[in-house]
């Protein structure tokens, strides 16, 4: 079985571009999570999917960032315009249920800024 | 979320060492996890705790769930050079969030 599987793993991108986060969740899992971890901190949780809908977007830094789930299935996360504090390791997490320790996270996009 | 102290920051082993790690927070918890990152992928699910006082082990990992509900531990004994990596904690409340904490960094001492 597929874990979660996320694109692009690195992307450097110049301050003012937009950039676009890519989620593939494991099959069958309505959950679905972004969080990020700028470097050194704690991973910190971004918003919460059930199915296409937006559960809870309370950790959405700013209106820079818009994360959409079409269909329920694949998540997209996007950031217009980059700013430097941009930053950090983006990961998007699945599970099957809303208690979320079970989460299998993918392997993480290194977003740049610079 | 809550904030999670997690300490140490890093830390250097030699095989065969104990090792332990910790967490605190102000707030109140009703499960404690560690996850580990390995260099390159997410984080992963090691133990998960879920009781006040509760004694976990996964094979040479061993976790506690703090009696106050506010701090949990992680030891790693008779350590091996694939435990490097980065070690979490996340602690879960009533919102059913996690908070996470800053991570310690293993690593192999030379």
């Known amino acids: 079985e597929a874990g979660v599987t996320q694109f692009p793993s690195h992307s450097v991108i110049e301050k003012g571009q937009t950039v676009t986060l890519r989620c593939d969740p494991i099959s069958g899992h309505d959950n679905l999570y972004w969080y990020r971890r700028v470097m050194g901190k704690e991973i910190k949780f971004l918003l919460h999917f059930v199915k296409e809908s937006k559960q809870d977007e309370s950790g959405m830094p700013n209106n820079r960032f818009l994360a959409e789930r079409t269909g329920g299935t694949y998540s997209t996360l996007k950031v217009q315009p980059a700013e430097l504090e941009d930053s950090g390791v983006y990961f998007c997490?699945?599970?099957?249920?809303?208690?979320?320790?079970?989460?299998?996270f993918g392997s993480g996009t290194q977003l740049s800024v610079l | 979320g809550q904030q999670l102290n997690q300490s140490p920051q890093s830390m250097f082993i030699q095989e065969g060492e104990d090792v332990s790690m910790n967490c605190t927070s102000s707030?109140?918890?009703?499960?404690w996890l560690w996850y580990k990152q390995d260099p390159g992928e997410g984080p992963v699910l090691l133990i998960a705790?879920?009781?006040?006082?509760e004694l976990t082990s996964n094979g040479r990992l061993t976790a506690q769930f703090g009696i106050t509900r506010k701090d949990s531990f992680l030891n790693i004994s008779a350590s091996i050079p694939s435990d490097v990596g980065i070690y979490f904690c996340?602690?879960?409340?009533?919102?059913?969030?996690?908070?996470f904490g800053a991570g310690t960094t293993v690593t192999v001492r030379a």
């Open positions: 707030s109140i918890f009703n499960t």
């Open positions: 705790l879920y009781k006040a006082g």
């Open positions: 996340a602690g879960r409340s009533n919102d059913y969030k996690l908070s």
């Open positions: 997490a699945s599970s099957i249920g809303r208690i979320n320790e079970k989460l299998f």
